[in-house]
């Protein structure tokens, strides 16, 4: 019964939370409060993770510094959406204690968690309670009462798992959303299932991570920092009936690094870096079509990027998804657009390698999702250059920033500009129900229309042009003068005319406009200004 762990002791533990973490990424994902088919809160912390173990693989030799370092810096980097972000700064502040340690006791590791939890919450800028942040809090106290009655590491981690489960169990009682809902935290289940790994490797049980890492006797094996095995950036959605994730998912592996096939049995997006992307999409096409090809040469990338003139002019990075809304931020002056948005979240690096891409001193993010602010904020840390953060949690917002956005006022007068433009655009979201729940307006069956409006779910209907009317009646006010539409890509020109011949019948002294958006799950984006 170990008494004490070694660096070696960490890394399985670590790798042990990864497998169980993959293990349960798709429970993880159904806990999403509302049905809306972006439940990604485990697959993003499995990224997080991912890159993690990414991180380490670089390494010749292990020992506690380049370890914690290695964890820290990958967590950091690959982090995507809030709960990865702050797992990743739950590792900053427990890692960042023991860095400097040849071996962590008992009380080391109750020091390690109540850090890891200061700095989590530190990292949050509105915490709420009745979600991960609320986890590790009770896993932190309940190390501390705890540790003086166990003699072993097994019993330790014992007590606080038990804690963990009890936390999260008592998440609902914290938020009423949850209540409602009639279920857990995901990021707390996720943290709950983490610890609940490592329990499992020092009981001597071994479950590996389905993805690929490198083992402490392989360290140094592995692609180096610098190194550019693979040229092409590949990627693109499947749509299909019964697609077998696990299967292509595996076949892609295979076939390069960087890794991300997401999704269900009918839709799925998949990233990858390989040499032969032919034999990707090949694969791919055996269970369906595919749709929204990008295929990047990545040494050309890397030879554009050695710009040695920086201007002092100020860039813009917008994150969005949908080659409509792409096209109109560029008219509106984005200088670079990284993809991401609903069940898609970009990783801090994504968006970090956007920005030092640009020839500009300082930039300008639009996350235009509320779940990608958090990791844009972390790019701060991530490069020298002045980085501003909109807190645009839409598509919709974002397009509003951009019309009060001017190239020749100082980075903090746009700054204010932009972020002031965010209150007088009203946003609404329309998409289908994928599983059955419950909410504090009525019961939600699967395949229900459901619209949200400045992400709150107010609106439920079997009819999709008239639940969609019911969203903007409740929008529109005697003030509103423009109502504007960015239709989805599997939006039919039939549903087009009808919703603009609704909208016209409903709302004769308004303006209103309809854009191809081409974003995907979600039929209409909503603005109402």
């Given at each position: 019964m170990?008494?004490?762990?070694?660096v070696n002791?960490?890394?399985n533990?670590l790798?042990?939370?990864?497998?169980?973490?993959?293990k349960n990424e798709?429970?993880?994902?159904?806990?999403n409060v509302?049905?809306?088919?972006?439940g990604d809160?485990?697959?993003n912390?499995v990224?997080t993770?991912?890159s993690?173990?990414q991180?380490?693989?670089s390494?010749n030799e292990?020992?506690?510094k380049n370890?914690?370092?290695?964890?820290?810096q990958?967590?950091?980097?690959g982090?995507r959406?809030?709960?990865?972000?702050?797992?990743?700064?739950?590792?900053?502040?427990?890692?960042?204690y023991?860095k400097?340690k040849?071996?962590?006791?008992?009380k080391?590791f109750?020091?390690a968690?109540?850090i890891?939890k200061?700095?989590a919450?530190q990292?949050v800028?509105?915490?709420?309670?009745g979600?991960?942040?609320?986890?590790i809090?009770d896993?932190?106290?309940?190390?501390?009462?705890e540790?003086?009655?166990?003699?072993t590491?097994?019993?330790?981690?014992?007590k606080?798992?038990?804690?963990a489960?009890?936390s999260v169990e008592?998440t609902?009682l914290l938020l009423?959303?949850?209540?409602?809902?009639?279920v857990v935290d995901a990021g707390?289940?996720?943290?709950?299932i983490i610890f609940?790994?490592m329990?499992?490797?020092?009981?001597?049980e071994?479950?590996k991570?389905?993805?690929t890492?490198?083992?402490?006797?392989f360290?140094?094996?592995?692609?180096q920092k610098g190194?550019?095995?693979?040229?092409?950036c590949?990627e693109?959605?499947?749509?299909?009936?019964?697609i077998?994730?696990?299967?292509?998912?595996?076949?892609?592996e295979k076939?390069?690094?960087?890794?991300?096939?997401v999704?269900?049995?009918?839709?799925?997006?998949?990233?990858?870096h390989t040499?032969e992307?032919?034999?990707?999409m090949?694969?791919?096409?055996?269970?369906g079509?595919i749709h929204?090809?990008?295929?990047?040469n990545?040494k050309?990338?890397?030879?554009a990027?050695k710009?040695e003139e920086?201007?002092?002019?100020i860039?813009?990075i917008?994150?969005?998804?949908?080659?409509?809304?792409?096209?109109?931020?560029?008219?509106l002056?984005?200088?670079?657009?990284?993809?991401?948005?609903?069940?898609?979240n970009?990783?801090?690096?994504?968006?970090a390698q956007a920005?030092?891409?640009?020839?500009?001193?300082?930039?300008i993010i639009?996350p235009n999702?509320k779940?990608?602010?958090?990791?844009?904020?972390?790019?701060k840390e991530?490069t020298e250059?002045d980085?501003?953060v909109?807190?645009?949690?839409?598509?919709p917002?974002?397009?509003?920033?951009?019309?009060?956005?001017n190239?020749?006022?100082?980075?903090?007068v746009?700054a204010k500009?932009?972020g002031?433009?965010?209150?007088?655009?009203?946003?609404g979201?329309?998409t289908?129900?994928?599983?059955?729940?419950k909410?504090?307006i009525?019961?939600?069956k699967?395949?229900?229309?459901?619209?949200?409006?400045?992400?709150?779910?107010?609106v439920i209907?079997d009819d999709?042009?008239k639940?969609?009317?019911?969203l903007?009646?409740?929008?529109v006010?005697?003030?509103?003068e423009?109502?504007?539409i960015?239709y989805?890509?599997?939006v039919s020109?039939?549903?087009?005319?009808?919703?603009e011949?609704?909208?016209n019948?409903?709302f004769?002294?308004k303006?209103?406009?309809?854009?191809?958006g081409?974003q995907?799950?979600?039929?209409?984006l909503?603005?109402?200004?």
């Amino acid at each position: 019964m170990a008494k004490v762990l070694l660096v070696n002791d960490i890394y399985n533990l670590l790798e042990s939370a990864f497998a169980y973490l993959q293990k349960n990424e798709e429970e993880i994902n159904e806990l999403n409060v509302f049905p809306v088919p972006d439940g990604d809160t485990g697959t993003n912390m499995v990224l997080t993770m991912q890159s993690i173990f990414q991180e380490l693989s670089s390494l010749n030799e292990l020992h506690m510094k380049n370890f914690t370092n290695a964890v820290i810096q990958g967590s950091l980097l690959g982090a995507r959406g809030n709960s990865g972000v702050i797992l990743s700064q739950i590792f900053r502040g427990m890692l960042g204690y023991i860095k400097n340690k040849k071996e962590v006791k008992i009380k080391d590791f109750v020091k390690a968690l109540d850090i890891g939890k200061k700095v989590a919450y530190q990292g949050v800028m509105k915490p709420v309670e009745g979600t991960m942040l609320t986890v590790i809090k009770d896993i932190a106290k309940s190390a501390k009462d705890e540790f003086k009655k166990c003699d072993t590491m097994e019993k330790f981690f014992e007590k606080i798992v038990e804690e963990a489960k009890k936390s999260v169990e008592r998440t609902p009682l914290l938020l009423d959303v949850l209540k409602e809902a009639d279920v857990v935290d995901a990021g707390g289940q996720g943290l709950y299932i983490i610890f609940l790994g490592m329990l499992s490797r020092l009981k001597g049980e071994e479950l590996k991570p389905t993805v690929t890492t490198k083992g402490v006797e392989f360290m140094g094996l592995g692609q180096q920092k610098g190194e550019l095995t693979y040229t092409y950036c590949t990627e693109f959605l499947l749509e299909g009936k019964n697609i077998d994730i696990d299967k292509l998912k595996s076949y892609i592996e295979k076939r390069g690094n960087s890794v991300l096939v997401v999704g269900d049995s009918e839709n799925v997006h998949i990233h990858v870096h390989t040499n032969e992307p032919h034999l990707v999409m090949r694969k791919a096409l055996k269970e369906g079509e595919i749709h929204n090809i990008k295929i990047d040469n990545m040494k050309d990338q890397a030879e554009a990027q050695k710009i040695e003139e920086v201007l002092d002019e100020i860039g813009v990075i917008s994150v969005c998804v949908g080659d409509g809304n792409k096209a109109i931020f560029e008219s509106l002056g984005v200088n670079a657009v990284v993809d991401g948005g609903q069940s898609m979240n970009p990783s801090t690096a994504d968006i970090a390698q956007a920005v030092d891409r640009l020839p500009y001193k300082s930039v300008i993010i639009l996350p235009n999702n509320k779940n990608i602010i958090a990791s844009a904020n972390q790019v701060k840390e991530l490069t020298e250059k002045d980085v501003v953060v909109i807190n645009s949690k839409s598509i919709p917002q974002g397009f509003s920033a951009m019309l009060s956005f001017n190239k020749d006022l100082e980075l903090d007068v746009n700054a204010k500009s932009m972020g002031e433009s965010l209150e007088y655009v009203k946003t609404g979201e329309i998409t289908f129900a994928v599983r059955e729940t419950k909410s504090s307006i009525g019961n939600i069956k699967k395949g229900d229309v459901i619209g949200f409006y400045n992400d709150e779910l107010v609106v439920i209907g079997d009819d999709f042009i008239k639940t969609t009317i019911s969203l903007i009646e409740k929008m529109v006010d005697d003030e509103s003068e423009i109502i504007t539409i960015y239709y989805g890509e599997d939006v039919s020109k039939k549903e087009r005319t009808e919703i603009e011949k609704h909208l016209n019948d409903k709302f004769p002294e308004k303006e209103i406009e309809i854009h191809h958006g081409g974003q995907p799950l979600y039929p209409f984006l909503i603005s109402v200004e």
